[in-house]
């Protein structure tokens, strides 16, 4: 251990600093404007939505009301996402996508959106994959067919082989979109290869000595083969490509098309070009419109994949013909298991470079040719959800625009023991973002099965876990488009949260976007900080799990990830520190799984170590035979950290051989897990930031209470302050001491909430060094005024040179009572009722209340009997809130309250005497919709009357407690200058 610690001081002792930085182009530079920036965000911090035109079924009228309603809600833009409904006749069927018809409300969307100041992006086709009808055979997905025909040297010097017999149904009894000719062949078809195989080999399995290549004396336009074979019996097997006749998965009625060869370029520019050709004419110069975007959606093709320039590309990147293969397509037990795996990797490779170049990279290229960038959630979700066969961060650095996504209220797991949520999509994204250099990493947020049943703050706590893995704009899924006269809540895409404007609490969304556009604006303008430089590995397909699943560095540590590509090209060493070209520095490189058939990644790896890096990784066991020397060179002695030489000490060992202190920690974690899937779960979660010598801390709660941690920060000489991302203020950190290589800071999170800790080079007169309390440390609040002390009791405050004892006593008051409620006429309940006792709607003995959906305005009069020291300030807390409030106090507007805790400083509003207290309360629409199941009259109108859920109907699905459920509590806080 002691050579460790001697190899480490002098790898680090010309270090330039602790943390890696990544720079992002375009971003603002000095703290006053990041302060101005975050409380009223702008431009890509705003966050967008999917904007679902359901069956192509739109109203012009509405499209101008709903852009409005977005930019009024604080939203930056739309992806305008055409898809089918199933055709129950709930959601007319509308012209066909890209038709002239179609064409008049696209270009009407867009030229409203410019007019609005709203950002625009186009999916390419009527739903997904990529495709429509104007794609041909031709340029349609492709696929491998095969024909067999017995040979024996008797039969003659020619033989006629038939064309493979195409598939015109699917497994399932469906049509397959195959265009025929009148010959009985599809319109489309190439042939690949003929080959003869031995049908009395005595060996298990082929060997491709075995195998013999006829294909040259095979006519295809007699479909005649002139061979004279050896002797014995042969099967010969005519190989041939055709469309898979795959189409969309759901598109419009009047959209149905081909899904296009992903793998062809010509393909990819036959469709782009579609588009644009149409879309030039009618908006001229893309530059001065609000369209900056096409968007491809995730790959969910099926099937075995192939296309015309396969062969090639496959000779090129691994230096053999496929032909002898092609039998392994069909049947991966004709080679052996070894034989088999390494085609199939190769193989895997070819189909994945294909991709890249050939669809994202070349859809990149034609769509910044016009202006317009190009969007995708290029790399994945992966196997086992969708078949995507990409090296998944090189698919996305060949974007624009990274995208992921995430869900809430649904996870789907693999079958691995560890069982890794496939539908947190986000550490991938942000790694490419940052080592590809792209300002933002967008995600498809909130995503969900459940139906109008969350409030804006039951999204936060899995928005707020996206941006704690590097998520730094969230696209909304998603805003159905309604004409007008659908009713409500009208007509829905089956999947996502419903966020529109038909949504019961949309007028009192903005509150929540703002929160997120705060967050995003930060990220996209400072700097991804870690410690540990992860390389997931040189397998294809390859895909990044969750943050701290399969891989951690430890409890305090974060990493960011590296594929090949950058690995190979970009990473040096510089004053030991591991360095990418823009800035990053890494302190250790630890190594996912090295198969050892990438001698490029090899021969980087002993680079590295001879410049200086300290690597850390297990040495493969399996490994080819052409990387065993190379391998053996690399890796050092078992748990022994010696110069040049790959070690097997983990990643944190090394770090605290280091005296590295965690980046942020904290005691009592209530969970030894390090991943955020499971419900046990560590308390705090953070993720960190820098921007010219700024440090931002984004630190979020991830239980449903209240808590209080001593928390500390790897930072040294620097002052913190406190940025709210709910309110927008910003408040200066008044109790923190310096101890060692970290500043402690006593943090309050009320539940699920969210702050930014951010160290400034300025030092401030701060007032304490520490305080304590029976609770340690007590439940406190920073704001621009000082700190309040939210727990009653006797406090010990420490610093500058002082000692301070206060024992905070302080006055409360509920507002106990009757409650007048107002309810919207139309829905079911009393226009008023009177509430002895606050109760959530759904315990209400009249139906019309239990079930209703809506706003709900509570009112009261009450008398201010609180005795208010000095230094105190007084806070209405409502209590339990579902799902928003709007409150006035004394006519005065209070604002809106979506999220815990549901509480105003209400010092200056309050009066003495009388009080006039009026809050508005708005729930969801899933009780009124499960009431209308059995009430004689129905209220409610939409297309998804049948599940509450993908796991239950709606006539199993609980109601959703709704309104003010209080205790409302006046009570009065002390306040710490």
């Known amino acids: 251990m002691r050579k460790l610690f001697t190899l480490i001081s002098l790898l680090l002792t010309c270090s330039l600093g602790f943390f890696a930085v990544i720079p992002a182009s375009g971003q603002v530079s000095t703290l006053k404007n990041l302060k101005e920036g975050f409380k009223n965000p702008t431009g890509t911090a705003r966050a967008k939505v999917y904007w679902w035109w359901m069956n192509g079924y739109t109203d012009s009228t509405r499209i101008r ?8 809600a604080g939203l930056g833009g739309v992806d305008i996402f055409e898809i089918g409904f199933r055709p129950d006749g709930l959601v007319p069927a509308g012209p066909p996508f890209m038709s002239d018809a179609s064409l008049k409300h696209i270009v009407l969307a867009i030229k409203e959106a410019t007019r609005l100041g709203l950002e625009v992006g186009l999916n390419l086709s009527s739903s997904w994959n990529a495709g429509g009808t104007w794609i041909q055979p031709q340029h349609g997905a492709k696929t491998v067919y095969f024909s067999k025909t017995s040979l024996t040297q008797s039969a003659g010097s020619a033989i006629r082989l038939p064309f493979p017999e195409i598939p015109k149904k699917d497994s399932k009894g469906r049509d397959l979109m195959i265009r025929f000719a009148a010959n009985g062949k599809p319109v489309y078809c190439e042939e690949i290869s003929v080959l003869a195989l031995p049908a009395d080999r005595q060996a298990a399995h082929l060997d491709t000595a075995m195998i ?10 007699t479909e005649t083969l002139r061979w004279k074979a050896p002797a014995g019996r042969w099967d010969i097997y005519r190989y041939v490509c055709s469309n898979t006749g795959e189409e969309l998965k759901l598109p419009s ?28 004419p009618l908006l001229g110069d893309f530059r001065k419109t609000a369209l900056k975007n096409l968007y491809l959606a995730s790959f969910e093709a099926t099937g075995t994949i192939w296309t015309p320039s396969f062969p090639g590309q496959f000779r090129q990147l691994n230096g053999y013909d496929v032909s002898k293969f092609l039998p392994a397509l069909f049947d991966k037990r004709a080679f052996s298991p070894a034989v088999y795996d390494e085609f199939k990797k190769d193989f895997d490779l070819t189909i994945s ?21 190009l969007i995708s959630e290029s790399g994945g979700p992966g196997p086992p959800l969708h078949n995507v066969p990409v090296e998944g961060i090189k698919a996305l650095g060949a974007l624009d625009v990274p995208r992921g996504e995430f869900w809430i209220n649904h996870a789907q797991y693999d079958a691995t023991p560890d069982s890794i949520d496939l539908l947190m999509l986000v550490k991938e994204i942000s790694a490419a973002s940052h080592i590809y250099q792209r300002k933002i990493t967008e995600l ?12 804006p703050g039951d999204m936060k706590p899995n928005g707020d876990r996206a941006f704690c893995e590097g998520m730094s704009r969230p696209v909304i899924h998603g805003f159905s488009h309604n004409p007008a006269g659908v009713g409500y809540p009208g007509i829905y895409y089956v999947a996502g949260t419903h966020f529109n404007d038909k949504t019961t609490w949309w007028p009192k969304v903005k509150p929540f976007n703002d929160y997120l556009a705060r967050v995003s604006y930060v990220l996209q303008q400072t700097d991804f900080v870690a410690d540990v430089l992860y390389y997931y590995g040189d397998q294809v397909p390859n895909f990044v799990t969750p943050k701290n699943t399969r891989f951690a560095v430890g409890s305090g540590y974060d990493y960011e990830v590296i594929n090949s590509e950058i690995l190979v090209r970009d990473l040096t060493v510089k004053n030991g520190l591991l360095t990418l070209p823009y800035g990053a520095q890494f302190k250790v490189l630890a190594l996912g799984n090295i198969s050892g058939r990438n001698p490029a990644v090899l021969k980087k790896l002993q680079q590295l170590l001879r410049d200086g890096a300290i690597v850390t990784g297990i040495k493969p066991d399996v490994i080819p035979e052409k ?57 705090l979660d953070f993720i960190h930031y820098s921007k010219d010598g700024q440090d931002f801390y984004f630190v979020r709660n991830t239980g449903k209470g209240w808590i209080s941690r001593l928390c500390s920060f790897r930072q040294t000489g620097k002052s913190p302050e406190l940025w709210d991302p709910v309110t927008g203020y910003i408040s200066p950190v008044t109790i923190y001491q310096q101890n060692g290589p970290q500043i402690q800071i006593p943090l309050s999170l009320p539940p699920f909430a969210s702050f930014f800790i951010v160290f400034g080079k300025k030092k401030s007169s701060k007032s304490y060094t520490s305080i304590a309390s029976e609770n340690n440390p007590p439940l406190l609040e920073y704001t621009p005024d000082g700190v309040r002390m939210l727990k009653y009791g006797n406090m010990k405050l420490t610093g500058n040179g002082k000692t301070v004892v206060i024992n905070h006593t302080a006055d409360s008051l509920t507002i106990s009572g009757a409650w007048t409620v107002s309810f919207t006429k139309g829905w079911g309940a009393p226009e008023k009722a009177v509430f002895p006792e606050l109760i959530s709607w759904t315990k209400s003995e009249n139906p019309g209340i239990r079930y209703y959906s809506g706003s709900a305005v509570y009112e009261k009069k009450f008398s201010k009997a609180l005795k208010v020291p000095k230094d105190n300030r007084v806070y209405l807390d409502l209590g339990e809130v579902s799902k928003v409030a709007e409150v006035w106090l004394n006519g005065k507007s209070l604002g809106i309250v979506w999220t815990s805790p549901f509480r105003f400083d209400v010092t200056e509003q309050l009066v003495n005497g009388e009080n006039n207290l009026r809050i508005e309360v708005i729930n969801t629409w899933s009780n009124r919709i499960i009431g209308d199941i059995t009430s004689p009259e129905k209220f409610t109108k939409t297309n998804l009357n049948v599940r509450g859920s993908r796991e239950l109907l709606w006539t199993e699905t609980p109601l959703t407690a709704s309104g003010l459920i209080g205790p409302v509590i006046l009570k009065t806080v002390k306040t710490l200058k």
């Open 353 to 373: 470079e294909l991709m890249i170049n050939n669809h994202y990279r070349k859809g990149k290229e034609i769509a910044n040719s016009y202006g317009l960038h």
């Open 444 to 455: 498809e947020a909130f995503t969900s099965f459940q139906n109008w049943q969350e409030g």
């Open 253 to 280: 009625p009047n959209s149905k098309g081909l899904i296009i060869d992903h793998f062809d370029s010509t393909a990819t520019r036959a469709h782009f070009e579609y588009f644009i050709q149409k879309l030039r």
């Open 212 to 221: 013999i290549n006829v294909t040259r004396f095979f006519d295809p336009e």
């Open 65 to 72: 009301e709903e852009l409005q309603a977005i930019k009024n």
């Open 627 to 683: 990387s065993k020397q190379i391998i053996e060179t690399l890796w050092g002695p078992p748990n022994v950290s010696k110069a040049n030489k790959i070690t097997s000490i983990p990643a944190l060992a090394l770090l605290k051989a280091m005296k590295l202190a965690p980046d942020f920690d904290y005691p009592d974690k209530l969970s030894e897990r390090l991943d955020y899937m499971h419900k046990s779960q560590p308390a």
